[in-house]
């Protein structure tokens, strides 16, 4: 990996210049980038896209899905509106994915169209704005081989950055013996995977209360409890997890965990999680999006995840840039662990991107 040395910063070179003010069309926003300069320039892992012909097709389900926005949120988006975005936090890049409800609505070859729409358009923006975008790509899980298929095409063709992941799928967490296919092919490509929460399968409405609000955090920690105490962190320790807004509300009852053990063998525990469960999730990998607003639970997010395990992630359109890097210029972290959080960290994992 490319580290910079004191007093140099990773702008842009002349030929990726001149080709990202092109394909702006010299526009404002190719402008502030071109000129942003300093230490706090950033990686976004978690911002999301809504590909025109993805959104004009499936509206309804988006919408049926969130219930947060009205439908211009979603009609609207735009690559350009994702870099003034940007570029009002300074975040150089933005590895993108789609998010909730994802691509497939039990109709596996529906699926498959979608995943290769939305991460052809993700491709394309990487083309267009040289530098300013990634992409983990959308499979349509639970079509196990749809989502190889498209796993290969994604990263051997499109030469995406790894893979996005929902929380559960048809009403089963990532730890389901039903993914172990898919996920035993992200292990031997050593993927980076992003997992963003979706609605769970077991939650219940609340008179007032969007379900995204309780349900998107327990649906995180759910998944991170089932690949634990399946075996599958175990199992596929070469995936680089990276789990949405710090995990959810794992680590705010991680203690609750210990106790889980006692169902199980001491040579289960032993193949499961060797070194026990808190151990294994501080191997993973936690952006800092929605949880950097909660002083609390950004606390326990820094007391349990090392700083080291820590990514930048705004959430953007639904979450702000700014207000996110704000807060992050406020944690009681040293100024090196702060920097890897902007980008050092996702550096080690997309080291593409340093330069």
């Given at each position: ?26 526009s ?37 899905d ?48 979608w ?11 990487a ?24 796993t290969?095409?994604?990263?051997d ?11 559960s ?17 992200l ?65 705010m ?12 063998t001491?040579e ?11 151990a294994?999730v ?58 890897a959080?902007?980008?050092?960290n996702a550096?080690?994992?997309?080291p593409?991107?340093?330069?």
């Amino acid at each position: 990996m490319h580290l910079c040395h004191p007093g140099c910063h990773h702008g842009p070179s002349r030929r990726q210049m001149l080709a990202m003010l092109s394909a702006a069309g010299a526009s404002a926003v190719g402008l502030r980038y071109a000129l942003a300069q300093g230490e706090e320039w950033m990686i976004d892992t978690h911002h999301h896209i809504y590909p025109p012909r993805y959104v004009s097709a499936n509206l309804q389900r988006i919408m049926a899905d969130t219930r947060t926005l009205p439908a211009n949120a979603y009609t609207s988006w735009s690559p350009k509106l994702a870099l003034e975005q940007m570029d009002k936090a300074n975040v150089r890049t933005a590895i993108v994915s789609m998010t909730s409800p994802g691509v497939w609505w039990n109709n596996d070859e529906e699926a498959r169209t979608w995943a290769r729409e939305c991460n052809e358009f993700g491709a394309g923006m990487a083309r267009d704005y040289p530098g300013r975008f990634g992409m983990f790509a959308a499979i349509p899980l639970p079509d196990t081989e749809g989502s190889l298929r498209e796993t290969a095409y994604a990263l051997d063709t499109l030469k995406l950055d790894g893979i996005g992941l929902l929380t559960s799928y048809a009403g089963k967490p990532l730890g389901d013996a039903s993914f172990g296919p898919v996920l035993e092919e992200l292990n031997r490509r050593k993927v980076a995977v992003f997992v963003h929460p979706t609605m769970s399968c077991c939650g219940m409405a609340i008179n007032g209360v969007d379900a995204p609000t309780i349900d998107f955090p327990t649906d995180t920690t759910r998944t991170i409890t089932s690949l634990a105490f399946s075996g599958a962190f175990a199992r596929y320790p070469d995936i680089k997890f990276i789990f949405s807004h710090g995990g959810g509300t794992m680590p705010m009852i991680v203690q609750r965990f210990g106790s889980v053990g006692r169902n199980f063998t001491p040579e289960e525990m032993k193949q499961a999680l060797p070194d026990g469960f808190e151990a294994m999730v501080k191997r993973q990998y936690y952006d800092i999006a929605s949880v950097a607003m909660n002083p609390g639970g950004i606390a326990a997010v820094l007391n349990l995840i090392p700083a080291s395990q820590l990514f930048y992630g705004s959430d953007a359109p639904f979450g702000s840039t700014t207000v996110i890097a704000d807060r992050l210029a406020k944690f009681a972290l040293s100024p090196g662990e702060i920097k890897a959080i902007r980008r050092e960290n996702a550096l080690r994992l997309f080291p593409r991107y340093a330069v």
